[in-house]
């Protein structure tokens, strides 16, 4: 039997630059992408069409409406998506409180339903603001979790939480991507939800400036 692995998966760069690399280690991937009231819909649709294009064979969108209580600018109508670009020591609004808590319990439970070794993660705490829910320390407070809160975890066979890009910066991902043959161009970075990446938001910001470090100046999005 395969082994497996959950990839959390928005459709945009860092997450699928994660889910190639699961897969480039041997393991049946599932996608699992949240609709979670995020202005930014649009990386579903791109989720969709990518995840069969990278190779993974299931894929699930869940919805938890995180924009009921807002706190964030990705997901309160009444706050507007920075776009002054990333300051140092300032954890910005795009921030979602709980977010990656919420989908990593997710991930967790379906990794147990489905035997997955593996959940992989596109988190990154070098190029974004500081997210508290980024960093190393983080997942590893939450792998204890892991261990303690599930049948599988009693049993000394609880998923491994994996991000390979936790550590790397966004030019060095992106080279990863290009590595592995990720489509990147089809891939969604943007915080805004129009048809086009806004380009001033700090998501666009970060991998616009990576791509012309790399002498990428076609890709539009």
């Given amino acids: 039997m395969s082994k497996k692995a959950i990839v959390l998966f928005s459709g945009g760069l860092d997450s699928a630059t994660s889910a190639a690399i699961a897969l480039t280690q041997g393991y049946e991937t599932i996608a699992l992408s949240f609709r979670y009231g995020q202005k930014?819909?649009?990386?579903?649709?791109?989720?969709q069409k990518l995840a069969p294009k990278l190779g993974i064979s299931q894929h699930h969108i869940i919805d938890v409406n995180l924009s009921l209580w807002g706190g964030s600018s990705l997901t309160d109508n009444n706050l507007s998506i920075p776009q002054e670009g990333v300051k140092s020591d300032v954890i910005p609004s795009t921030y979602v409180p709980g977010r990656n808590t919420v989908f990593i319990a997710i991930?967790?439970?379906?990794?147990?339903?489905?035997?997955?070794?593996?959940?992989?993660?596109?988190?990154?705490?070098?190029?974004?603001?500081?997210?508290?829910?980024?960093?190393?320390?983080?997942?590893?407070?939450?792998?204890?979790?892991?261990?303690?809160?599930?049948?599988?975890?009693?049993?000394?066979?609880?998923?491994?939480?994996?991000?390979?890009?936790?550590?790397?910066?966004?030019?060095?991902?992106?080279?990863?991507?290009?590595?592995?043959?990720?489509?990147i161009?089809?891939?969604?970075?943007?915080?805004?939800?129009?048809?086009?990446?806004c380009g001033v938001c700090d998501s666009c910001r970060i991998r616009n400036d990576a791509l012309l470090k790399l002498g990428i100046e076609t890709l539009n999005n």
């Fill in 40 to 47: 930014h819909a649009k990386e579903l649709e791109v989720a």
């Fill in 107 to 183: 991930a967790l439970s379906l990794a147990e339903a489905t035997q997955a070794e593996a959940i992989y993660l596109g988190i990154n705490a070098i190029d974004y603001s500081g997210y508290p829910d980024c960093r190393p320390e983080y997942l590893q407070v939450f792998q204890q979790l892991a261990n303690l809160s599930s049948k599988v975890g009693v049993e000394g066979k609880a998923p491994q939480l994996i991000a390979p890009l936790v550590t790397m910066s966004k030019v060095e991902i992106l080279k990863k991507a290009l590595e592995l043959n990720v489509p």
């Fill in 185 to 197: 161009d089809e891939t969604w970075s943007c915080y805004q939800g129009g048809e086009l990446p």
